[in-house]
């Protein structure tokens, strides 16, 4: 008897074994060990040296590229973000229509997501906007002037060139937005035009409201992602001109695995972990004022 | 009435095939460009259409570099991305059905840590599981690439739950009546039923692996054992690459596996994304 109630407390344990392994050791004590060693010096060739606050006062008070990779982060999830979000709602809202061929469309607009992530794509982008790129030649072919100018080499126009190509992909939160605008019921947009109410009013009011979860659930992902870029700051522009496309990550980067310190590394991936912490709790927090959720039934 | 519908709908699609050149267009030019005499990738380089079509560039850019073709990076990814996809069948459902469907104590804080692990950038740790993984001498191995696939990923196992919970309860009772036990009903009642979910998850992770850079940057140092993404990125290394062409061309055909994967299993995909919320 004894034995079965055994079985029944703890018998679940043996399907989620693997998983409890796996976020033991692949998560909790690399997260230990992340601030731990960020409290060190460490090489990798030797031990670990015990140095205190060293790192994290270096951080905040002596490396020009950290402010330069905080500011360049800053700035791309800042725009990129609403503007990838903001392409996504308009080519969604075009997309609920009754009309043929919306499939088709939907199926091109996502293209450039499913390969956006890859090498190939970041190369393209790197020779697409180089000074004898399409992208001049295109301008070349309309205007007759001939830009005299590499976009993704430019200091000034570096960062803008990789927060086109971030809008660029804008392909998953429209599926997601265009999936929530299927849930709206029509019933709503009848009784409002009943009452006298234009397209804007209705899209204000109804529209926005109701998709208002799911711009937050994409703001969350895609802020979260952007925090986290990596490919395009390495193979586009690897970081130049003037670390103008130092990306946070891609920072880390350099200190771990190629100047190998590994401590520093660690205390810029706390600071960027509790910099993505406080900017999702913000969000959590300002979502109670603009996301509405139907079945509390109150604002 | 009728006019003004029709307006309308030429409108629609003005706009809406305008806005798909445009966005295609880059796709377009790296596929010209893969055709074209090198010499000419980059003189009148708006022009889609290639003056005469060069298929050589592909057979140059297989052959690689240092003596290594593309088709060992192509194998190495197919090892990689197998491995990890066939990890992620057999342990995700497995542990999802654990969450879903059996009681045990500390439940609630082992569905936590999987919630956690949903929003927690994986990317943050890094640096220690390098560490780890070199001291356990797997650097320059895919097994850092490979076996933290074998203990299950949260957004699968999420996943795999909700569709486990939409599955009737009389089923397993059924089963157990008849003197089934847990990992029987497991096999024989709940994998069969969430084979939709598993199939999302496969292409997902498929796809994800596919794409993985940093991965393979940081624990790969013979080129020998590179995948396409990192071979890519040598191949294309700006300071040493003139046959463009050929560069242009193993691009296209790097990106040709996910692409295909997305026309074959777009239901799948456009679903796993806006209903389970995978990121693309």
């Known amino acids: 008897m004894n034995k079965k109630k055994l079985k029944e407390q703890y018998g679940g344990y043996m399907y989620i074994a693997p998983w409890i392994i796996g976020f033991v050791f692949l998560t909790m004590i690399p997260f230990v060990c992340l601030i731990y060693f960020s409290f060190t010096d460490y090489s990798l060739l030797s031990t670990p040296q015990w140095a205190g606050i060293k790192n994290y006062l270096k951080v905040f008070t002596g490396d020009q590229k950290f402010i330069a990779a905080l500011k360049v982060t800053f700035i791309y999830v800042l725009v990129s973000v609403p503007l990838k979000l903001i392409a996504a709602l308009l080519v969604a809202l075009l997309l609920n229509q009754k009309r043929r061929g919306i499939g088709i469309y939907r199926t091109l607009f996502y293209i450039p997501s499913i390969i956006g992530g890859s090498v190939a794509v970041a190369v393209m982008w790197r020779n697409l906007f180089s000074r004898e790129g399409a992208f001049n030649a295109l301008i070349e072919l309309v205007t007759g002037f001939h830009p005299d100018i590499s976009w993704v080499a430019d200091p000034k126009t570096a960062l803008g060139s990789l927060i086109l190509m971030a809008v660029w992909q804008f392909g998953s939160p429209m599926l997601i937005f265009l999936a929530g605008l299927k849930n709206i019921p029509v019933s709503y947009y009848e009784a409002a035009t009943v009452d006298g109410a234009n397209k804007f009013q209705c899209f204000f009011s109804i529209t926005l409201p109701m998709l208002s979860p799911i711009i937050f659930f994409n703001l969350i992902m895609q802020m979260i992602n952007g925090f986290m870029t990596f490919t395009q700051g390495l193979v586009v522009t690897n970081g130049g001109p003037m670390n103008k496309t130092l990306f946070y990550q891609l920072y880390v980067y350099q200190q771990g695995f190629e100047d190998f310190r590994m401590g520093y590394a660690s205390a810029l991936s706390c600071i960027l972990l509790v910099i993505v912490l406080v900017f999702t709790a913000f969000a959590f927090k300002s979502s109670d004022a603009w996301v509405f959720y139907e079945s509390e039934g109150k604002k | ?280």
């Open chain 2, 1 to 280: 009435m009728k006019r003004k519908k029709r307006i309308g709908s030429i409108a629609f699609h003005v706009v809406c095939i305008l806005f798909a050149v445009t966005s295609l267009y880059p796709i377009l030019w790296l596929i010209s460009s893969s055709l074209k005499e090198s010499s000419q990738v980059f003189v009148d380089a708006a022009n889609l259409i290639p003056k005469d079509f060069k298929i050589e560039n592909y057979a140059n850019g297989w052959k690689g570099f240092g003596g290594i073709s593309f088709s060992r990076f192509f194998l190495n990814t197919f090892w990689v991305v197998i491995l990890s996809v066939l990890g992620t069948v057999i342990v995700c459902p497995f542990v999802a059905y654990g969450f879903a469907r059996m009681n045990f104590k500390f439940k609630r804080f082992w569905f936590l840590t999987v919630m956690l692990s949903l929003m927690l950038p994986a990317q943050v740790v890094m640096v220690p599981q390098y560490i780890m993984f070199n001291k356990f001498g797997w650097v320059n191995t895919y097994l850092p690439l490979i076996i933290p696939l074998w203990f299950g990923n949260a957004f699968f196992i999420f996943q795999h739950m909700q569709f486990i919970r939409s599955i009737p309860g009389e089923l397993d009772e059924a089963a157990y009546l008849d003197g089934a036990g847990s990992f029987m009903v497991y096999r024989k009642v709940i994998l069969p039923l969430i084979k939709p979910s598993i199939a999302t998850s496969v292409i997902f992770q498929f796809y994800w692996k596919w794409d993985d850079f940093f991965g393979s940057l940081i624990y790969l140092s013979s080129p020998s054992k590179y995948t396409v993404s990192v071979a890519l990125r040598l191949f294309s290394d700006p300071t040493s690459m003139t046959d463009w062409g050929a560069m242009f061309a193993m691009g296209v055909l790097t990106l040709a596996p996910p692409v295909l994967l997305f026309f074959c299993f777009q239901k799948n995909i456009v679903e796993g994304i806006s209903t389970n919320g995978l990121k693309g």
